[in-house]
């Protein structure tokens, strides 16, 4: 129950003459926080960025690969042949694979370790350590075996 004394007074909005948090820090000579390269970088952080660089090579790949199909007329076996005619080594040929395909590889397998902690599973560091090493030699096989076939 309200009692009938009471009333809302409204009262015009003064903002805060205070300064922001860095006007503040400089007044007072506070040193800077440190920045990210102040920290050494972690495997945990690494494997993380590498994944969204590796997404967004895979969606390079996929974007180049439907514009080449809407804009480009003569069909992928013209450009196979364009690509055959340039006579590249063995050598060559297995780095270009290596190159296209490791993204692949890596997102996936680094993929599997996040659905692996968003299950729950391997959240200590040793385990998070651990399953980061398997993932990059997992793909990196993987890699080699789809290059070399």
Same mark, same amino acid.
């Given at each position: 129950?309200?009692?009938?004394?009471?009333?809302?007074?409204?009262?015009?909005?003064?903002?805060?003459?205070?300064?922001?948090?860095?006007?503040?820090?400089?007044?007072?000579?506070?040193?800077?926080?440190?920045?990210?390269?102040?920290?050494?970088?972690?495997?945990?952080?690494?494997? +993380? !960025?590498? %994944?969204?660089?590796?997404?967004?090579?895979? $969606?390079?790949?996929? @974007?180049?690969?439907?514009? #080449?199909?809407? =804009?480009?007329?003569?069909?992928?076996?013209?450009?196979? +042949? !364009?690509? %055959?005619?340039?006579?590249?080594?063995?050598? $060559?040929?297995?780095? @270009?694979?290596?190159?296209? #395909?490791?993204? =692949?590889?890596?997102?996936?397998?680094?993929?599997?370790?996040? !659905?692996?902690?968003?299950?729950?599973?391997?959240?200590?560091?040793?385990?998070?350590?651990?399953?980061?090493?398997?993932?990059?030699?997992?793909?990196?096989?993987?890699?080699?075996?789809?290059?070399?076939?």
């Amino acid at each position: 129950m309200c009692s009938k004394g009471n009333s809302v007074k409204y009262v015009p909005y003064v903002s805060s003459h205070d300064p922001d948090h860095d006007h503040k820090n400089m007044t007072l000579k506070r040193p800077m926080s440190p920045h990210v390269t102040h920290y050494a970088p972690t495997l945990p952080a690494m494997t +993380s !960025i590498a %994944q969204r660089a590796t997404g967004a090579i895979i $969606t390079t790949y996929a @974007l180049g690969l439907a514009w #080449g199909s809407l =804009f480009l007329s003569n069909g992928a076996e013209t450009y196979v +042949s !364009i690509i %055959q005619s340039l006579n590249l080594g063995t050598f $060559t040929i297995f780095l @270009l694979k290596i190159g296209l #395909g490791a993204p =692949f590889c890596f997102h996936y397998f680094n993929a599997l370790r996040y !659905i692996a902690w968003n299950a729950g599973k391997f959240l200590d560091i040793k385990s998070v350590y651990d399953t980061s090493y398997k993932s990059m030699m997992v793909a990196g096989v993987f890699s080699l075996l789809f290059a070399l076939l």
